[in-house]
């Protein structure tokens, strides 16, 4: 198996979600490691300007970034630079309202066993349901996996590959080469982490999911989130929209012609 851990961002004040997923991995039998949100609340004008343009944001998005936003993209962040300092072949990266299922201690035996380059994969798929383009079979040379002693689940894990990305950044798995493209692409920032992930032809990362889904959400108000503030303008999430459905469809054809 390559070498990987599983990091859990979680803000200092949020001891019980911690201890909620402490109690959650042991019973399925999974360790992981705790990295310290960024919690942006905190954060001073000029470290919130060392990776959030509201200069591009005001171009190129409809509304400007909440403080907790820009806490959650940075976070993000400091995980994939924690893949890259510890050497590891991928991490997989979890937010702490998620909810293990028991079957998600075969995950990491799943993506070991890719015989197949990846970089980025979704372990979740909330929101509304995205158009499938294409599935695969993951080979990994038996029938069944073991999650435990005596214990095995069936072999059924696939790649989903969608015509766009679902929303959310709360689960996901990134290889060392992966975290290094999305550090190179997205140190400055200025849409959330999860939007971002919706622009695929801005990195050459090849975003996929894997089913079936062994993860779940709390659903508790997030710790990380707010709501929106005031649009830029009339009409600007509307603009913003169509926008990006003619960059998405310009980008598809050209990637056919090619």
């Not at 499938?132 to 069944?144: L, N, P």
């Not at 073991?146 to 095995?152: L, S």
């Not at 990134?174 to 692409?185: M, N, Q, V, Y």
Request: aromatic content about 10%.
């Amino acid at each position: 198996m390559g070498t990987f851990k599983i990091f859990v961002i979680n803000l200092d004040d949020s001891t019980a979600r911690l201890e909620r997923l402490k109690s959650e991995a042991e019973r399925i039998g999974v360790d992981f490691e705790r990295i310290p949100a960024v919690d942006g609340r905190k954060l001073s004008e000029s470290q919130i300007l060392e990776h959030y343009s509201p200069k591009l944001n005001r171009e190129k998005y409809y509304v400007p970034l909440s403080r907790p936003e820009i806490g959650v993209y940075m976070s993000h962040l400091k995980a994939c630079q924690k893949i890259i300092s510890d050497k590891l072949d991928f991490g997989i990266i979890l937010e702490d309202d998620i909810v293990l299922k028991d079957g998600f201690q075969a995950v990491p035996q799943v993506l070991s066993a890719l015989n197949l380059k990846w970089d980025y994969i979704k372990l979740i798929a909330p929101g509304k349901k995205k158009k499938v383009k294409d599935k695969i079979q993951i080979q990994t040379g038996a029938a069944t996996i073991k999650i435990g002693e005596g214990r095995n689940i069936p072999n059924q894990f696939e790649l989903v590959i969608w015509n766009k990305p679902p929303i959310g950044a709360s689960a996901y798995a990134i290889t060392r080469d992966g975290a290094k493209e999305f550090l190179s692409e997205h140190s400055i920032f200025f849409r959330p982490i999860d939007v971002d992930l919706q622009y695929k032809w801005e990195t050459s990362l090849n975003i996929q999911g894997l089913s079936p889904f062994l993860l779940g959400l709390l659903g508790d108000k997030s710790t990380v989130q707010t709501h929106k503030l005031k649009y830029h303008y009339p009409f600007a999430r509307v603009l913003y929209k169509i926008k990006y459905a003619l960059l998405s469809t310009f980008f598809s054809l050209r990637k056919i012609n090619t």
